[in-house]
T-cell receptor, first 108, second 115 residues
Framework: GQQVMQIPQYQHVQEGEDFTTYCNSSTTLSNIQWYKQRPGGHPVFLIQLVKSGEVKKQKRLTFQFGEAKKNSSLHITATQTTDVGTYFCAQGAQKLVFGQGTRLTINP | GAVVSQHPSRVICKSGTSVKIECRSLDFQATTMFWYRQFPKQSLMLMATSNEGSKATYEQGVEKDKFLINHASLTLSTLTVTSAHPEDSSFYIC???????????FGSGTRLTVV
């Protein structure tokens, strides 16, 4: 499957600060999905984006899909300690291929 | 919602033995399940696609004779790590597509330690 590059690898913030992780592909994606994995846990589906330029919000989380459908971002406003974990983007039609993930740690 | 049950959650085995991991879809039928492996602080790497009633499809570099996959029913897929060695120690996770959300539902994972 197509590889998606995800940055940054790590991000440490103060509680209350914002956080953003980015995914980029060299080719056009049919869709992109976002997952959160808590330390010691398993990935949990957050959202799927399909349309060019799509923006979806879940409370403090904002997900975007680029106009060219080659990049996507997840932005968390005013982080809380419950946001700690690794955020993965993933893509694929027949099988899901994951980005490298961004590990978010938060200083309370 | 769709629930995938995976067990055991943890297993320690001796080098050279085999370990079977089970993955069940509890409230839906899954003709296809996916098996991933995750090393510490790394991403999930797809190992194989498990197809009900037919042979699994393995990703490049994954030894099919070492990681035996069986998907005998619409609700059960198993991964058997044969002749396990310490380098097989990892976190193994299964998943299935959730037609309701468009995403994938993951099992809780199995942490395998080979000593």
């Amino acid at each position: 499957g197509q590889q998606v590059m995800q940055i940054p690898q790590y991000q440490h913030v103060q509680e209350g600060e914002d956080f953003t992780t980015y995914c980029n592909s060299s080719t056009t994606l049919s869709n992109i999905q976002w997952y959160k994995q808590r330390p010691g846990g398993h990935p949990v589906f957050l959202i799927q984006l399909v349309k060019s330029g799509e923006v979806k919000k879940q409370k403090r989380l904002t997900f975007q899909f680029g106009e060219a459908k080659k990049n996507s971002s997840l932005h968390i406003t005013a982080t809380q300690t419950t946001d700690v974990g690794t955020y993965f983007c993933a893509q694929g039609a027949q099988k899901l291929v994951f980005g490298q993930g961004t590990r978010l740690t938060i200083n309370p | 919602g769709a629930v995938v049950s995976q067990h055991p959650s943890r297993v320690i085995c001796k080098s050279g033995t085999s370990v079977k991991i089970e993955c069940r879809s509890l409230d839906f039928q899954a003709t296809t399940m996916f098996w991933y492996r995750q090393f510490p602080k790394q991403s999930l790497m797809l190992m194989a696609t498990s197809n009900e009633g037919s042979k699994a499809t393995y990703e490049q570099g994954v030894e099919k004779d070492k990681f035996l996959i069986n998907h005998a029913s619409l609700t059960l897929s198993t991964l058997t790590v044969t002749s396990a060695h310490p380098e097989d120690s990892s976190f193994y996770i299964c998943s299935a597509a959730n037609s309701g959300t468009g995403g994938y539902t993951f099992g809780s994972g199995t942490r395998l330690t080979v000593v």
